[in-house]
Structures are given as structure tokens and as C-alpha cells.
Nanobody, 116 residues
Framework: QVQLVESGGGLVQPGGSLRLSCAASGTSIGAMGWYRQAPGKQRELVATITSRGIINYSDSVKGRFTISRDNAKNTVYLQMNSLKPEDTAVYYC????????????WGQGTQVTVSS
């Protein structure tokens, strides 16, 4: 059974930093990434990274957030700097895993709150 275990959320002041981690169990893991959902809004892409290191960011986080992964540990990280109140959301880890076809798996979500 595939599990994604997230950690690192919390409360931070504007301009501060947080680092999220997500460890995936299992094998044949393809792209991994982070999505977020603010109250009353749809879930949106934050950043993704393939197993070969190809990265994609949403325009709203470019230059402030950095995604990385450790393939040996099946772990993806999101370093978030210069946080803004509009970054407040539940952040979800995603992993695409091959099970005869590619299947999306999701973590339970971790709350990030940016407030003074």
C-alpha cells in the first residue's frame, strides 16, 4: 500500500521560511510535487519535479520556493522562503506511481499559515 507522509507545516510570519517534506513508500515513483488549497478555492499546483529532476513551478511561487527530491529516500522537499499571507493553505504532497498505469497518490495535507 502506498503512503505519503508529510511534515513541516506550521505558523510563520510574513517574510519567513518553512520547509515541507514528504516521504513516499513503494517503488516505481515518477513525478512528485506539491499542491495547495486555500479556503474557498480550488486545489492548485505549486511545484513538481520528475525523477530526472525536471522542475515546474507556478508563477506565484517562482523565485521564492524551491522543490527538490532525494530519489534514494523517495522524498520530496519544498523550501518556502519570503512567505506571504496569500501562501496560507493546506499543502498536499502528490506522487505519480506506476501500477500497470500511472496513478496519482496524495498525502493527508499539512497546514501552512502565514500571519503576523
Amino acid at each position: 500500500q502506498v503512503q505519503l507522509v508529510e511534515s513541516g507545516g506550521g505558523l510563520v510570519q510574513p517574510g519567513g521560511s518553512l520547509r515541507l517534506s514528504c516521504a513516499a513508500s513503494g517503488t516505481s515513483i515518477g513525478a512528485m510535487g506539491w499542491y495547495r488549497q486555500a479556503p474557498g478555492k480550488q486545489r492548485e499546483l505549486v511545484a513538481t519535479i520528475t525523477s530526472r529532476g525536471i522542475i515546474n513551478y507556478s508563477d506565484s511561487v517562482k523565485g521564492r520556493f524551491t522543490i527538490s527530491r532525494d530519489n534514494a529516500k523517495n522524498t520530496v522537499y519544498l523550501q518556502m522562503n519570503s512567505l506571504k499571507p496569500e501562501d496560507t493553505a493546506v499543502y498536499y504532497c502528490n506522487a505519480r506511481i506506476f501500477r500497470a498505469i500511472w496513478v496519482d497518490y496524495w498525502g493527508q495535507g499539512t497546514q501552512v499559515t502565514v500571519s503576523s
